[in-house]
């Protein structure tokens, strides 16, 4: 791979092959045919890689792309267009708007749980603000990444829109380079190497990091609803391994039995007394996340507090849906993002506290709230400080391409979707245009009390003194 890739594509980025609508519109009608000719074979990838269920891959990640592909095709021409905007009495006369431009060169990094949706969607914004792109799937998804590194060439333009594929290494040769702009998502410590490779550049980033989502349950609910919500958003995402994905629960302790015990049902109804055997659960991505995620339940004091699940097998790298109640506060299942099967259950004696609970630890990318109690809901949207909120359900929130999805705080910088991907690989560039009409001669020295006068006046807004600047006071000879 070479290490004048961003140098390269700058060549053709400057020759404004990539800003004509018609080059956009081609590369993302040519993707929409991508992801209709292509859906088995994304389809087995996906399998492939997580054992994601058919069902998953088209809901989660192939629908999804496509639908944010269609979404930009609809909205491209006008997002185009310059924003007009009024024009200041400072001005006087001119016209001012400020024009969407394409950034140039930029680098999407992705990650491997959803491999071909955050692959696919920052690439789509890119294309359509009208940048040269490279996208470097995750080695650890190495079936996604290397469908990427077939189709891609076959379907668009291959002289401004690239593939690499590769892990560390590769990354490394890529962030060495400048870029316009680079677009990451995966976990927080490398979110560090890339920003810190991109500031040596002045080369802003977005980051699409993750966190522990909390889910807040009241007992004000439609159990059976919410358990059942909860339960598909969080081993019905990839069984757990995903950013969004519920990572632990608080209730009052007075509920926690009876949640449990809603939990048990929903999920023999899901997957069956076996789950380990169920098709429809996503497999641990490999084996040293398996470790990881077996590593948080091992400990005694841990491993004692489950109440569902916990079977492991790891030929099979699977995970059952496991519950906890009240695991210690302090083990690492507590304190970093679990990213997998495991749900653990905080118990607090009334629930206005689970607010205080969030808000003690790092912001996280999406907060959850089950209750039928507005002052509760109103509480926790002013109060709970989070990349996106969403009240009696989870995860679905990114679904809806008008509200913009990323984090805030350690749960990442910068949003997109919809109409936020344009915008996040455009620069807002600021136009003011102006005649040879208007010369207020109070601006030029030697500067004057009576040009002083003028120009106060004329920034207060005076009308006189608009007047007097429009007709030249003072006046001076050409
Ligand atoms: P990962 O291991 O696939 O890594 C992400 C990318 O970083 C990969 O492309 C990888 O090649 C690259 N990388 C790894 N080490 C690197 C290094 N030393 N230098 C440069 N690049 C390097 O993914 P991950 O980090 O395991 O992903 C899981 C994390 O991502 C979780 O924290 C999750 O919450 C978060 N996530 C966030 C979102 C979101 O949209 N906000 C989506 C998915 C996952």
Not at 165 to 191: A, H
Not at 209 to 216: A, E, M, R, S, Y
Not at 448 to 462: D, F, M, N, V
Request: one cysteine or more; proline letters at 6%.
């Amino acid at each position: 791979m070479a290490a004048t890739l961003a140098q390269d594509l700058r060549g053709s980025f400057r020759t404004g092959r990539t800003r004509p609508a018609e080059w956009r519109t081609t590369q993302l009608k040519a993707l929409v045919r991508m992801i209709e000719e292509k859906e088995d074979d994304i389809s087995d990838a996906l399998h492939a890689d997580l054992a994601k269920p058919r069902m998953e891959s088209y809901l989660h990640e192939i629908s999804l792309a496509k639908g944010a592909c269609v979404f930009a095709l609809k909205g491209l021409k006008t997002w185009m267009k310059p924003d007009k905007v009024p024009a200041a009495i400072t001005t006087f006369p001119s016209t001012a708007q400020i024009i969407p431009e394409p950034l140039g060169v930029v680098l999407v990094i992705s990650a491997w749980n959803y491999p071909f949706l955050l692959s696919i969607d920052p690439v789509i914004g890119a294309i359509a603000a009208g940048n040269a792109v490279v996208l470097k799937p995750s080695e650890i998804a190495p079936a996604t990444s290397s469908l990427f590194a077939k189709l891609l060439p076959e379907y668009v333009d291959n002289s401004c829109i690239k593939v690499v594929e590769g892990g560390v290494t590769e990354t490394t040769v890529l962030l060495d380079q400048k870029w316009d702009k680079i677009f990451y998502t995966g976990n927080g410590n490398i979110g560090r190497i890339v920003m810190a490779a991109a500031a040596k550049n002045l080369t802003p980033v977005a980051l699409e990091l993750g966190g522990k989502c909390p889910v807040i349950v009241d007992s004000n609910i439609d159990l059976h609803v919410a358990v059942k919500r909860i339960a598909v958003g969080k081993w019905g995402c990839n069984n757990g391994q995903a950013c969004i994905a519920p990572d632990y629960i608080i209730t009052t302790k007075a509920f926690a039995a009876e949640l449990v015990d809603s939990l048990k049902r929903v999920l023999v109804r899901f997957y069956g007394e076996d789950p380990l055997q169920s098709e429809d659960l996503s497999r641990i991505v490999n084996v040293n996340h398996f470790r990881r995620l077996t590593l948080l339940i091992e400990d005694k004091e841990v491993a004692d507090k489950i109440v569902l699940g916990g079977e492991i097998d790891e030929k099979l790298l699977k995970i059952a849906p496991t519950v906890l109640v009240d695991a210690p506060p302090d083990s690492a299942l507590m304190t970093g993002e679990i990213f997998g099967p495991f749900l653990p259950i905080v118990t607090v004696e009334k629930i206005e506290e689970s607010i205080d609970y969030i808000n003690a630890g790092a912001k996280p990318l999406a907060a959850y709230l089950f209750t039928k109690n507005k002052k509760l809901q109103e509480d926790f949207v002013t109060n709970v400080s989070a990349g996106g909120l969403l009240v009696n359900d989870v995860a679905l929130h990114l679904t809806n391409p008008h509200l913009p999805f990323g984090g805030v705080g350690d749960s990442g910088i910068g949003s997109y979707h919809g109409k936020f991907t344009f915008d996040c690989f455009s620069h807002r560039k600021a136009v003011l245009i102006r005649g040879f009409g208007g010369e207020a001669n109070a601006r030029y020295p030697p500067y004057t009390p009576e040009k002083q006068r003028i120009l106060r006046g004329l920034i207060k807004g005076s009308f006189f003194a608009l007047i007097l600047a429009l007709l030249g006071f003072p006046r001076e000879k050409r």
